[in-house]
């Protein structure tokens, strides 16, 4: 026995009610054409994920389920075809008194339609509240298992959370479900496929049941959703997956029962399930910035995006991801020499700049600093040059860049990344400054590593070698007076990192990093940086999430913190 299952990988637009009603209908159109029995959407699919405060507004949640009932109305033809919506659902309409101070609004829910009916309705029962996820705040837990028929399938469903629990899955099987479905919103980072698909794993091995596995694609504010949906056979084998960093409405024919009697579909059929491969962690690394870059342009409206190209590897590789997501007419590169910036930054920026055809300007802002040196000297008087004298250098940087957005609309990126922004390597209101942090959640040794990556592979079909040679083997400089590397006042990038990844992803004391062979001096400065440096973090922009611990809703320490 069989089932034609369609998967809607979409990248649905939080608070696009409308317009993703819409792609609901065209998706189930879709669906029909392709002969599909069963139609999945991914968690949330109607409001977007996630919608924050959104969903405290009954308003909001009140336009959601006007929007369902369009989509049943304009559902009801198509034959046959049930289709899995995901939506946020006010607890009044499940018959629960909304002004509990206990629980809140309203409940991620799934909606279960066929022919313009609802057949079912099913609450999401476990509701994560770690990492990036905040949903006790937004919605109360279901208690109900959920199973419904699907030409002749019984049909068990689970949305996101759920499904890394053993409980709901089995209780749906004791309920009668033969196939399991979840529907999700999963936000990406490095390794999360995988790690994924083993979870799924696991409950097909506990259930003996086969299971597909809906989700959602795109970029949402610091967070991207992969896609990958995939399918596990009963043994847990996978028989399909859709390509990563992808949109598509794809139909998979999936077997029933362990012994894989495939009753009128033969095994031809189930062998031409499409199953896309998984990409290389650079290769990930580099798809996640372009989508999070395009969709967060685009969703928001910005006509173009402009950066400082300083001639160094952070700024280079920011270029290249704007270019490879959103194309050279979209993208303006504008170099703003110092007295210190050194001849081979100009040759190196304008030689990049030429390779990918972007607008190119060069600001001289000596100038600038003169004059700013000479509007402070009589404050400044007796005292030496320092650090003060670099920021005003990025402080004018940042000025000159944000005029330029406030003059042609266009959206400030800025290129710190994540070994910066742990210890305050970066100037608050200069290099700062800006509207979105491509790389803020890239260590600089792995900046090196996707910047190398992407001159040997051209994934989307840009430029090929986009940065030239020197400017990932030179020496990294701020080039904010004579002389520096970075390593001047920090530890060589391969130890930064490890003991930065060390204590922000893994949570690891300053005992345990010294006990795995870390210098103690190298860990008391780099912690201490750290510390130090939250009040800058917290007046970063929004940028992409790589990791399981991005600085953004992941990381929540108090700026003013006298723990050691």
């Not at 609901?24 to 069963?38: K, M, N, R, T």
């Not at 006509?303 to 997501?325: E, F, H, K, Q, T």
């Not at 303006?332 to 020499?337: E, N, T």
């Not at 986009?466 to 083997?473: G, H, K, L, N, V």
Request: hydrophobic share 45%; net charge negative.
């Amino acid at each position: 026995m069989s089932i034609r299952i369609s998967v809607a990988q979409l990248d649905f637009v939080v608070g696009d009610i409308t317009g993703n009603a819409q792609r609901i209908v065209d998706a189930a159109q879709q669906a029909h054409s392709d002969g599909s029995q069963l139609l999945l959407t991914p968690e949330l699919s109607l409001s977007g994920y996630a919608a924050e405060d959104l969903y405290l507004r009954p308003k909001f949640l009140a336009d959601c389920d006007d929007a369902l009932k369009w989509v049943a109305a304009q559902t009801a033809g198509l034959k046959n075809l049930t289709l899995v919506v995901g939506h946020p659902r006010l607890r009044s309409v499940a018959g629960v008194k909304t002004d509990s101070i206990s629980l809140p609004p309203c409940e991620n829910a799934a909606t279960v339609l066929r022919e313009g009916e609802v057949i079912t309705r099913y609450a999401k029962q476990m509701l994560p509240n770690y990492q990036v996820f905040d949903e006790r705040r937004y919605f109360a837990p279901g208690t109900e298992a959920c199973v419904f028929e699907v030409a002749g399938v019984q049909v068990g469903l689970l949305i996101c959370e759920d499904a890394w629990f053993p409980q709901p899955a089995s209780r749906v099987k004791e309920v009668g479900a033969e196939l399991l479905v979840v529907i999700n919103a999963s936000p990406f980072h490095l390794g999360k496929s995988a790690q994924r698909e083993q979870a799924m794993a696991e409950r097909v091995q506990e259930t003996h049941l086969p299971l597909v596995y809906a989700h959602l694609v795109g970029g949402q504010d610091e967070v991207v959703f992969e896609g990958r949906s995939f399918a596990l056979d009963a043994d847990a084998a996978l028989v399909a997956r859709a390509p990563g960093f992808e949109e598509c409405v794809t139909t998979w024919t999936i077997a029933l029962g362990r012994d894989k009697a495939l009753g009128n579909v033969t095994p031809t059929e189930v062998s031409q399930n499409t199953v896309a491969a998984l990409g290389s962690e650079m290769a990930d690394l580099w798809q996640t910035l372009v989508m999070g870059l395009r969709d967060y342009v685009e969703k928001n409206g910005f006509p173009s995006v402009v950066l400082g190209l300083s001639g160094g590897i952070d700024s280079a590789v920011v270029l290249a991801v704007a270019v490879d997501a959103l194309g050279a007419d979209r993208v303006r590169a504008v170099m703003m020499p110092s007295p210190y910036t050194a001849d081979i930054s100009w040759i190196d920026a304008r030689e990049m700049a030429k390779r990918l055809n972007v607008r190119y300007d060069e600001v001289d802002i000596a100038p600038h600093f003169e004059v700013f040196k000479a509007s402070l000297q009589a404050e400044f008087s007796g005292l030496a040059e320092d650090t003060t004298e670099e920021n005003l250098q990025a402080r004018i940087r940042g000025t000159l860049l944000m005029a330029l957005s406030n003059k042609f609309g266009s959206i400030v990126l800025t290129t710190g990344n994540k070994s910066e922004m742990a210890t305050g390597y970066c100037t608050l209101y200069g290099d700062m400054a800006g509207g979105y942090a491509v790389i803020k959640d890239v260590f600089k040794t792995k900046v090196f590593g996707v910047a190398l990556w992407r001159n040997a592979h051209n994934p989307l079909g840009g430029v090929s070698e986009p940065i030239p040679e020197r400017i990932i083997t030179r020496p990294p400089s701020a080039e904010l007076r004579a002389d520096q590397t970075d390593q001047d006042s920090l530890p060589v990038y391969e130890v930064l990192d490890a003991i930065l990844a060390r204590y922000i992803e893994e949570d690891e004391s300053a005992e345990d990093i010294i006990a795995a062979g870390f210098e103690a001096t190298d860990v008391n400065q780099v912690l201490r940086l750290v510390r130090l440096n939250e009040y800058k973090r917290r007046q970063s922009p929004v940028g992409i999430r790589l990791t399981h611990r991005g600085f953004g809703k992941d990381w929540r320490y108090p700026i003013t913190n006298a723990y050691r």
